[in-house]
């Protein structure tokens, strides 16, 4: 799913879970899945694929109580604690940052149309089935979020002679984090 909406590339890390899923499967035949339980990744790493470099690195981060949903989408968790992140950020050559270079843009589809003749008259018709509704955006919310330990390396190749900096030792707590409207 990543690599269809981001240019980037998970390059290790371990996932350890311990909780209780569930899975059933309800007469439209999609599976319905709940997690109940607690989740941790150990070095992680993610790189950047359009500039073969390294994008994240991280020593540990752990969610604990944490509860989700595939359909609709939701994800709660009690506490977010990440440990030893080292976040590479760079404005390139061409102006453009990192970032922002990740994000896959989808292109626009064309209407398919065809040409429709009847008492002398032609027209164009669209083609396109009638708009299906969008599913609910997803619920994310996590009570506190700790960071412990960041890094956070900046480059500006745009400037001649580069421009680098660095924030280390990023202490962070954060509450009450909800994508919810409201």
Known sequence: ?????????????QVAAAGTMTVTVEGTGQ??????GNAQVSQAALLDQLNGEDLLKVKQVAMTDLQAVN??????AQEVA????????????????????????SEPQSEPHALVEGRGLVRLVSLEAPALTE?????????????????????????????????????LSLTGLTSEQG
């Open 1 to 13: 799913y990543v690599s269809e909406k981001m240019r980037v590339a998970v390059a290790g890390g």
């Open 31 to 36: 599976p319905l899945i709940h997690y109940r």
């Open 71 to 76: 359909r609709p989408l939701a994800v709660r």
């Open 82 to 105: 990440v440990e030893d992140p080292d976040v590479q950020v760079a404005v390139n050559e061409n102006g453009k940052n990192n970032i922002a270079s990740l994000f896959i843009e």
């Open 135 to 171: 599913p609910p955006a997803a619920v994310i919310s996590v009570d506190k979020v700790t960071v412990r330990n960041g890094r956070l390396d900046f480059t500006d190749r745009s400037l001649s002679p580069h421009f680098q900096t660095a924030l280390t030792d990023i202490r």
